[in-house]
């Protein structure tokens, strides 16, 4: 068994596993690995590392600083609903640490991307959860406020998927994006899961994710069964493993900004 | 020879011409050249680049730039992929009904996520061969540590590729896939961990910056190579990317 050196592999090369060891450590999770000596590496912090690539904000060209500010956006109203709803009773104990992680990821997105941007962050927004009055339990009620959080995190997944061709130009800042990317998204399935939906998501209705209709914008065309320029359920046709909802699921789409504007505007008070 | 593929599930004869058929279809709309065709002889499980049989041991070279980023990434996939049909086709005592269903639905993905680069390379990486054999299949948490170190390596490879793709269109075809490894890393962790932050905690998302793992394919590759037999050659990628 071979595992223990595929870990301690990633340890040598992913110079961040020391400052999450330090925390993973410090919560006993994983006792085994509390041994390793961490002293020799410095952690590297992205922040700091796009300060170096990039300078000051004002050496960003305008389609890289657009884009962050959409991201912006975005983070902002997801810390803001989480840390609204930060210490309600009305979540599970099973699921505290689950949406505080959740928080505190989006708290330090905002961060981030406000530290990158600088001056040209454009400002915290004010939010209304209701929807306009759409929602009418977000805070007293689990079910609508999980229901909410999957859709912010699919949601942001297939933002920040739209948007990595903009970044082509700025590669540090693509990987960046893509590494936020990617957090949505194990935000977006442990949701699901707790919600006791598949990870993943199949179809592109809001009612095969179990959800209310008014949020149907969220996953229109996630029922994509062609890529590449590849009909997949035709060309897998004849293997009895594959079925086209998991063609379905094995792609999230990109969702253009337009389209994401439209569907978080309801939020905007 | 115990776990080790080609592979578990394509010894029906319908799956063989499953992957004819694919071919057939997909593969007239991929990539000029490299032309796969089916072994004929009598073990129809392999296929075979044409032109040259392939046998455990020989040096894959992988191309350069973002071709040899897509070969990476089926490197990748048909591992995963290979991993997860060899877990179905050995399946621990006692699997319960819903650990089945998840194995399926992540062997389904892995599976279409290997034949789509399959078609879209044409031939320039050839259906490797992998020895499972230092993972004990029978032991639930040992499959799941195995599967979860498999998503996290893909994950981060992922992620550490995409700065090196020139091509939108294969930048946006592989941030498609990395979110969908990721849902499957996420839910993994939460059943190594059940009702905590171990989906995204500090081992995984780094607690001060938000951002999930990015692997350079240097670091990647030498992960995978414990499982393939044949031997991955990158250093023509690798000096490829800027």
């Known amino acids: 068994m071979n595992l223990q050196n595929l870990l301690s592999d990633i340890e040598k090369v992913d110079g961040e596993i020391f400052d999450r060891l330090a925390h993973v450590s410090r919560r006993g999770l994983f006792s085994s690995l509390t041994k390793k000596t961490i002293a020799a590496a410095a952690p590297a912090i992205m922040a700091s590392a796009l300060t170096k690539s990039y300078g000051q904000s004002s050496g960003l060209p305008q389609n890289v600083k657009d884009v962050l500010n959409y991201a912006l956006t975005l983070e902002y109203l997801e810390y803001r609903f989480y840390d609204t709803a930060n210490n309600l009773s009305m979540i599970p104990n099973d699921y505290k640490m689950a949406f505080e992680v959740i928080r505190r990821h989006e708290q330090v997105h905002v961060r981030l991307l406000k530290n990158v941007l600088g001056a040209d962050a454009i400002p915290e927004p004010k939010f209304d959860f209701s929807a306009k009055g759409t929602f009418t339990d977000t805070f007293s009620n689990f079910q609508t406020f999980a229901a909410i959080a999957q859709t912010f995190e699919d949601t942001g997944v297939r933002a920040y998927k739209g948007q990595a061709a903009n970044l082509q130009n700025a590669p540090a800042i693509l990987q960046v994006a893509l590494q936020i990317h990617a957090t949505e998204a194990a935000h977006a399935a442990n949701v699901r899961y707790i919600r006791g939906q598949k990870g993943w998501i199949t179809g592109g209705t809001a009612a095969m994710q179990g959800l209310p209709s008014v949020v149907n914008g969220s996953y229109a065309g996630e029922d994509n069964v062609t890529q590449g320029g590849v009909n997949l359920v035709t060309a897998l046709a004849g293997d009895n493993r594959i079925t086209p909802a998991m063609i379905m699921e094995a792609f999230d789409e990109p969702l253009d900004k337009n389209t994401v504007v439209g569907i978080v505007t309801p939020f905007f008070a | ?242």
């Open chain 2, 1 to 242: 020879m115990e776990n080790i593929t080609n592979r578990p599930e394509t010894t029906t004869s319908e799956s063989a011409s499953s992957r004819r058929s694919f071919l057939r279809v997909a593969g007239a709309a991929a990539v000029t050249g490299g032309l796969l065709t089916a072994c004929s002889h009598a073990d129809e499980n392999y296929l075979i680049p044409s032109g040259s049989a392939r046998a455990a041991g020989d040096t894959v070279k992988l191309p350069t730039g973002d071709v040899g980023i897509l070969a990476f990434a089926y490197v990748l996939e048909q591992l995963e992929a290979a991993f997860y049909e060899m877990l179905l086709a050995k399946p621990y005592p006692n699997m319960s009904s819903a650990d089945r269903q998840l194995w399926t639905d992540i062997r389904g993905h892995e599976i279409i996520h290997r034949e789509l680069f399959k078609a879209a390379l044409g031939g320039a990486v050839p259906t490797l061969t992998f020895n499972f054999s230092s993972i004990d299949f029978n032991d639930r948490a040992a499959v799941l540590i195995a599967a979860e170190a498999f998503e996290k390596t893909g994950v981060g490879a992922y992620n550490g590729a995409g700065k090196y793709i020139k091509d939108a269109g294969y930048l946006t075809l592989a941030g498609k896939i990395v979110s969908v490894e990721t849902r499957h890393h996420s839910i993994l962790r939460e059943l190594q961990y059940p009702k905590s932050d171990a989906f995204a905690g500090p081992t995984i998302v780094t607690s001060d910056t938000g951002l999930h793992l990015a692997y350079e394919p240097t670091f990647v590759l030498p992960i995978a190579q414990k499982y393939i037999l044949e031997t991955i050659d990158a250093s023509a990628l690798v000096s490829s990317l800027a």
